[in-house]
């Protein structure tokens, strides 16, 4: 069997698990889950980082990585984009975003600006051959950090505008966007800010040995932009580099009372689980507190996760992520009423192979989730699944 007939095998399979329905059931409202990217399609090995965001007129788009080469973070890969007029039922044909040409494209962070309706993408890149380790230590330059806008509801989209000067520190080295949406305050004293949760690595101190733990410290920092995504600048930092907390690969979501809430893989801390959260009163531009762990998320595996505050009185605080603290697998949603203080599992997709995803509204009751899924592995395709939010 080839690759291609493997992978258009395991989406069958993937959407005969979900519960879809067929060609005739696609309509919006209708229909269960979708599958918008198959590795092997379109000239792409592999396609990985979901994001998702809907815009002003309701279109579903849904970014990713077309990985060229395979499912590794190093080689060809572009930003990739399907978009969805049905609610998620049915995928337009695969746009290229941002083109690496054999370089690396990734980390994808949309988001809508409120004031304008423009689709606003940041992302990050580096060159093809340069591993995630090789430019933490040092070895290859540090990651580039880019904007691009669409005004046609996410038809085109205008070449990327490199603000690596504008958000990145000098001592910085590795650096990613997300992955997943990012934020469009919409209440408080920050209304229209648009907040990009990220996180980097930091060359060690000086005089200490360039290797071993300390060049694989991570930490977290958030990008702002006050004008649609013209201008950017870093908000708050939190980069203690003590060991115990390492924030990555990072989601926010603004709370009812107007604060903003920050959470992230913990990756190689020595705090107990996977997960660490954090909150702003002030839009990003500082934390109430340092990254801390989120100990009833503890079921979590290492991988990157995407929350989303429903609307309306008492809605909870969404988070998604795989749920075997040992593997990638049973993608999960849980709950929490207590603005992020704790959370309590509401569903699980189903037991299959799972790792990254990200939730989108789709409309006043259903929320949507693009993940990484398959039936022998997690990579195999991207799947999107609707949810009714009064299940959650």
Not at 206 to 228: I, K, M, N, Q
């Amino acid at each position: 069997m080839t690759p291609l007939s493997r992978a258009l095998l395991a989406a069958a399979v993937v959407l005969t698990s979900l519960g879809a329905v067929g060609p005739a059931a696609a309509t919006a409202g209708r229909c269960t889950s979708s599958v918008p990217y198959v590795s092997g399609r379109d000239g792409y090995a592999s396609y990985r980082i979901p994001a998702a965001v809907s815009t002003r007129r309701g279109t579903l788009l849904a970014f990713a990585e077309g990985r060229r080469d395979g499912p590794g973070d190093t080689g060809d890969i572009d930003i990739v984009l399907r978009r969805s007029t049905d609610g998620g039922c049915t995928w337009g044909p695969l746009s290229v975003v941002a083109a690496g040409d054999g370089d690396t494209r990734g980390n994808p962070a949309p988001v809508v600006d409120p004031r304008t309706g423009t689709v606003v993408l940041v992302s990050c890149a580096n060159p093809g051959a340069a591993t995630e380790a090789q430019i933490m230590r040092g070895e290859a330059p540090g990651r580039r950090v880019y904007v691009q806008h669409s005004a046609d509801d996410g038809r085109r989209f205008t070449p990327p505008r490199d603000i690596t000067d504008e958000v990145r520190l000098p001592s910085w080295r590795w650096y990613a966007t997300g992955p997943g949406h990012a934020l469009a305050l919409t209440r408080g004293p920050h209304r229209g800010r648009l907040v990009v949760p990220a996180d980097h690595s930091a060359a060690p101190p000086a005089g200490s040995a360039d290797t071993g733990r300390e060049a694989r410290h991570y930490g977290g920092h958030a990008l702002l932009s006050d004008d649609g995504g013209r201008s950017w600048r870093l908000g708050f930092v939190d980069a203690g580099h003590d060991g115990t907390v390492h924030p990555n690969e990072s989601t926010a979501a603004q709370l009812p009372d107007g604060r903003v809430y920050f959470n992230a893989r913990n990756q190689g801390g020595r705090a107990p689980g996977n997960r660490v959260d954090a909150v702003s009163a002030d839009g990003g531009e500082t934390l109430l507190h340092p990254y801390a762990p989120q100990l009833t998320l503890a079921d979590t595996p290492v991988v990157q996760g995407s929350t989303l505050q429903l609307r309306g009185p008492g809605a909870p605080l969404l988070f998604s992520a795989p749920s075997d603290p040992t593997a990638r697998r049973a993608l999960a949603v849980r709950r929490s009423t207590d603005a992020g203080s704790s959370f309590t599992r509401a569903v699980t997709l189903s037991g299959l192979p799972a790792a990254y995803s990200d939730l989108v509204p789709v409309d006043t009751r259903t929320v949507g989730l693009l993940y990484e899924t398959g039936r022998a592995g997690p990579y195999e395709t991207i799947a999107f699944r609707r949810l009714d939010t009064s299940g959650l």
